[in-house]
């Protein structure tokens, strides 16, 4: 979950891995810090501490001249977030330093076997790389050390290594942990995020697990590499066109990429039609459509937002394709998974493409021998190149830690499979997504006044979401968004189902915001809109206009039943969105997340 970059080349590393960082930033964002290479001086100087990359730029000095460097943006998993912990971290004589994503597991097996005389100054597990390839140096080239140290460590890793003795050379390897490699004419970047290969680097590759990575200075000062595996053989793999450009990164004029992300979605729906359909017809791999009709049941994995597009995508299959499906948290399915159907298919949904839950997931089912489909934003990710197939959701990148046109897009994604999948057509799906990109717009339009309303409504610690059927999952999504970022306790509900305890905590003024988009419990939910009314609660009632009272809050333009949630989430990433700056908080990096999960 941490950012990691690194730099051979011609520019100045310092500030080509600070950028990168400042990119990666949304990935970790406890501490961080950087290792480079001062060649007027000859030494290598280390910056590191607790806090944001901003710090990090704005408080050292990078006035020296240096063309080698390795940087890191920390999520804290082994030791608090302070400056000691904070990477690089280096070996018991400073001789090796590491940048470190991931969670070595066997870290103190290991300790106890090789290093039991070395005294540790952090808490991380990744000091323990250092030490080991320290220690193995003392017998063997580095190389070689390191090598042996990729076969002993467990886990999870993308590292960077330098050694200061030779500050022509940066090592690289990964296992679980994405890792990317860039090369330009003036130099190579290595990264955890394609992200910050953008503007260094016109081509590209992912690095595959075990594989490890040397950069080298040659003697006539140009820069290239090598892949070897765990014994040392040589890898070729192909290069790729890096085609991201700066623009698809910025905040294009917004105050934050959270806002901006919300406001692209109408956008994102004409970018998957565009993408998806030819004429009326879907543009959607025959292998999949294969995959996916002949299965008797569809296992949906997924985490946190995407897991809300999954419940979608379970009604859509079920409900357009007659296909049986069900959602499974991913972390929950890998180590407690049901007894399977005979003839499966699994769809894994991830933004990221990178979240260790899910991939752990899709080790198992390979290892089982049942197809697997990733929908996900991310081309180049580690679930997008495992899986038999993948889907792009083609909401271009989100930066944002809190999920908003991804989960959009996975939602068009899974209604274009579901129809794609039925027998016979039962609505004009392009028509009617074209119809909600319009009231996507209208609603965008008015969000001031959705801005008023949070200042009126939204003024306690708590907050619910209520709603039926297709609605419901938008309060579960709706709710994880709002506490995610304004931090104010937020539940979703089956609105039926709080007059089953939970209705004990409505109290004067408590917020609950109903969703309404099913004309079946359109009354029943009203109902219950009623039950808390009678206990004091601050209502707020979304409702689609044709189902809507004059005493609604909120009146969406009407869509297809069946994409309402396409539309109405979007009122509720505005209410957080609101509901966080009104708070003052730090809205795109909320406390204590980071935006792609790679630990699990
Ligand atoms: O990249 P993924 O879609 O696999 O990530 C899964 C969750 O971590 C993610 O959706 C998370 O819940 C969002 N940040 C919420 O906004």
Known sequence: MCGI?????EKKASDVILSGLKKL????????????FDEGNHRFVTYKDKGRVNHLVEDFDYSFFNRLGIGHTRWATHGR???????????????????????IENYKELTVKYLADVHF??????????DLIERFSQEMSVEEAIRKT????????ALLILDTENPSVMYAAKNKSPLLIGTALEGITLASDIMALVGYATQYLPIEDKVFTVVCRQPDGSVGFRMHDILGHRIEMPLQKLDLALDEIGMGGYSHYMLKEICEQPAVVRKIVARYFEGDDFVVSPKIHQVLKKAEKIYIIAAGTSMHAGFVGRYLLENIAKKPAEVFIASEFAYNPPLLCANPAFLFISQSGETADLRTCLVKIKEMGYPSVTITNVPTSTLAREADHFMEICAGPEIAV????????????LAILAHCLADRKVFDLKEELSKVAVAMEALIDKREYIHALVREKITKRNCFYIGRGLDFFTCLEAALKLK??????????????????????IEDGVPVIAIISQKNVNNLTRANIREVLSRGANKIVISLNRLSDPSDELVLMDVHEMLSPMLTVIPTQLIAFYSALDLGRDIDKPRNLAKSVTVE
């Open 150 to 157: 990729l076969s002993l460590i467990e886990g999870s890793y």
């Open 484 to 505: 995610e970022i304004s931090y104010i306790q937020t539940e979703g509900f089956a609105a039926a189902e709080l007059k089953h305890g939970t209705i004990a905590l």
């Open 5 to 9: 970059v690194g730099y051979l080349g």
């Open 402 to 413: 809190a999920s908003t046109k991804a989960y959009v897009g996975q939602v068009v994604i």
């Open 121 to 130: 100054v952090s808490e991380t597990d990744t000091e323990v790389i250092a």
């Open 25 to 36: 930033e949304y990935r970790g964002y406890d501490s961080c810090g950087i290792t480079f």
């Open 81 to 103: 977030p302070n400056q000691i912990n904070s990477h690089p971290h280096f070996s018991e004589t400073t001789r090796f330093s590491v940048v470190h994503n991931g969670v």
